[in-house]
């Protein structure tokens, strides 16, 4: 029983000396980056016979597109936008130099794109984000 009264006041100190000393939480969101809410990853592989997938519907706008080089001399990921027969550049994703993944964080409207390799702009890509 007085183990018990000894015990009790030592592990109530020691609670209260690690909540003290507990670090904040930390988040993987990139500093000055004011969006919230979900984001969608999507990922994109560029290889000698093609871009993959070759079609990836998404319903959210905030996407963290990454890329991976299988080819090792990609010049990145080039976003268009598609509205009919027209095209419009959005972004164009670059891989760092001796890296062959990278990816952004990017907000899209609804709507289609185009995604193509940009070092060959015949391997291409759809994607459609869903209102």
Do not use: W
């Not at 007085?2 to 507990?22: D, M």
């Not at 080089?69 to 994703?93: F, P």
């Not at 062959?100 to 060959?120: E, F, H, M, N, W």
């Amino acid at each position: 029983m007085k183990l018990t009264f000894l015990l009790l006041p030592l592990i109530a100190i020691c609670l209260l000396a690690s909540r003290a000393f507990l670090i904040p939480s930390v988040t993987n969101e990139p500093q000055g980056n004011s969006e919230r809410g979900p984001v969608r990853m999507v990922r994109f592989v560029l290889s000698d016979d093609g871009l993959y997938p070759a079609r990836m519907q998404v319903d959210r706008e905030l996407l963290n597109l990454a890329v991976e080089d299988k080819t090792g001399r990609s010049e990145g990921l080039l976003v268009e936008s598609v509205n009919g027969d027209q095209r419009a550049r959005v972004t164009q994703i670059n891989r760092a130099q001796g890296q062959l993944r990278t990816r952004s964080l990017i907000k899209l409207p609804p709507g289609r794109y185009l995604v193509s390799d940009a070092s060959q702009p015949s391997h291409t890509a759809e994607l459609i984000v869903n209102p």
